[in-house]
Nanobody, 115 residues
């Protein structure tokens, strides 16, 4: 059983920055794809960013150029650096690990962007 624990969420003003971290209870494997998803009130959960073990990244159009996902396999962590935050970024953010077609999720951390 893979356990993911997020940290770093909170309240930030528009234009500010937050860094979310996700720690895995087990070592991340070379084949794992790590990602961040978010779910805002009244919306479905959506993909924010993913990163493969080789460093290939994908971003949602809404966060492209503002968010950066990175990983450290040795420390079993994945981070999401969020800059130039907008009120539309307000959501619960979930860490995700995909392995052999299975998805593992963290408990979620609230990010609120408000003046």
């Amino acid at each position: 059983q893979v356990q993911l624990v997020e940290s770093g969420g909170g309240l930030v003003q528009p234009g500010g920055s937050l860094s979310l971290s996700c720690a895995a209870s087990r070592s991340m494997r070379s084949s794992d794809t790590m990602g961040w998803y978010r779910q805002a009130p009244g919306k479905q959960r959506e993909l924010v960013a993913t990163i493969s073990s080789g460093g290939s990244t994908n971003y949602a159009d809404s966060v492209e150029g503002r968010f950066t996902i990175s990983r450290d396999n040795r420390q079993n962590t994945v981070t999401l650096q969020m800059n130039s935050l907008k009120p539309e970024d307000t959501a619960v953010y979930y860490c995700n690990l995909r392995r052999y077609g299975l998805h593992y999720w963290g408990q979620g951390t609230q990010v609120t962007v408000s003046p």
